[in-house]
């Protein structure tokens, strides 16, 4: 398939994190899931001339969304305790007195695996409607080996929509409910790992206050590393606990959320080359001030965006809207930003093959109703998605 009328098209070409490597008047060949050819229209091969064509007419192009962070295995819903945060109360009062991820842990263990796919796979549709073509999904409302191992099959099950899924196991959420910690992290690690290493790509600890510490988390990466996972973490959230200095220590793929991270943290992610995967809806959505975002990335931090979709703190599915918040609430500029949301998340997942409009690359393409990227942050909260392609398909 040949695609044309493409006002502007964001290749992301250099790898060069903010460049984004746009041709105007551009346009691209499809080979089954491949990108074939990329260039201006006026420079189409001969030997690609004859293909059937798509003219998109005048439309901005980009690749899709690779959202790198999310948790949308759950049910039930918590609009309640979003309602009491409103009113006052703080996520960790609520967490401490049993709500929180406790609740959502309770609605999804008594839902059915039909009830839990129908619910999830919702999301999944809506998220490649929006422009993702490429998610990764926690587990960690389980918090029992069969139940983390369950969630994670759902979590494979998504890929139906269409969606290219990445599991993480994130049995280190919380200690369960009632649990001694050190008790929950021995379990974590002799029972779940060697359970859920064969549905997981990687495997995800919450270092933070009321979860867990350094020590506990250098222990559940290493033992996940020794099952073969690829590792990442969710650190320095809720208070300055030391997880991007243990991030960079072991290498991790990505320290994420970092809303309390230092120049020393960004210091050391950035010489470790660890992605740091900044979720803007999260803080947003829990009115506490953003990740350092703009400091991040001018020390030298390679940064992704993703929509951290979760019931609790960030009931948010679409990319372009975590887009606008890092413009307009993170100091990124738009190219900072379309850059991150793409390029940015594929090297988050240590995915190679996508993230750009390349030769070679699987052809995952978004068709804003827009003449320019540009309209992203500028328009937050329209739906400028025109179409979306997965691995070659129109699906949106
Ligand atoms: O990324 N920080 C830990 N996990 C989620 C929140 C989970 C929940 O509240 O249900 C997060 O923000
Ligand atoms: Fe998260």
Redesign the pocket.
């Known amino acids: 398939m040949l695609i044309t009328g493409i006002s502007q098209l964001v290749t992301n070409f250099s790898g060069v994190p903010g460049d984004l490597g746009i041709i105007r008047d551009a346009a691209v060949v499809i080979t089954d899931d491949t990108i074939a050819w990329v260039g201006p229209a006026s420079d189409i091969p001969r030997i690609h001339r004859d293909a059937e064509v798509f003219d998109v007419g005048g439309r901005a192009a980009l690749p899709g969304f690779v959202d790198a962070?999310t948790?949308l295995v759950?049910a039930g819903d918590?609009s309640d305790e979003f309602a009491r945060r409103l009113r006052g109360e703080s996520?960790e009062q609520i967490?401490a007195g049993g709500g929180?991820?406790h609740s959502?842990v309770a609605a999804t263990r008594a839902a059915s695996l039909l009830q839990l796919t129908a619910v999830s796979l919702a999301r999944a549709q809506r998220m490649l409607r929006s422009g993702t073509t490429t998610v990764e999904v926690k587990s960690?409302?389980g918090l029992t080996t069969d139940d983390e191992v369950r969630i994670l099959q759902v979590a494979e099950g998504l890929q139906a929509s269409g969606i290219s899924v990445v599991p993480t196991f994130?049995g280190a959420?919380?200690p369960d409910r009632g649990a001694d910690r050190a008790t929950y992290v021995d379990l974590v690690i002799d029972e779940m790992l060697p359970a859920a290493a064969s549905h997981a790509e990687f495997c995800d600890v919450?270092c933070?206050r009321g979860?867990f510490t350094v020590d506990d988390s250098r222990r559940i990466l290493g033992a996940a590393a020794g099952h073969g996972l690829g590792i990442r973490m969710?650190a320095e959230?809720?208070a300055h606990t030391g997880g991007a200095a243990l991030a960079a220590e072991l290498g991790v793929a990505s320290a994420?959320?970092l809303d309390h991270a230092t120049p020393e943290d960004a210091a050391a992610l950035a010489s470790a080359g660890v992605v740091a995967t900044l979720?803007p809806a999260?803080s947003f959505s829990?009115r506490s001030p953003q990740a350092p975002g703009r400091m991040l990335w001018d020390a030298g931090v390679t940064v992704a965006l993703a929509t951290?979709c979760?019931?609790?703190?960030?009931n948010v599915e679409s990319m372009p809207l975590v887009i606008a918040l890092a413009c307009l609430e993170m100091g990124m500029t738009p190219e900072e930003a379309v850059w991150a949301a793409t390029l940015g998340g594929a090297k988050s997942l240590q995915l190679t093959d996508r993230g750009r409009v390349a030769s070679g690359s699987l052809a995952d393409l978004v068709i804003l109703d827009a003449p320019s990227y540009e309209h992203i942050p500028y328009r937050p909260g329209t739906d400028l998605v025109s179409r979306v392609m997965k691995a070659g398909e129109w699906v949106g």
């Open positions: 962070h948790h759950f918590r996520y967490l929180g991820i959502t960690g409302y994130l959420h919380v919450f933070d979860a969710h959230q809720l994420d959320h979720l999260s829990m951290d979760n019931p609790g703190t960030s």
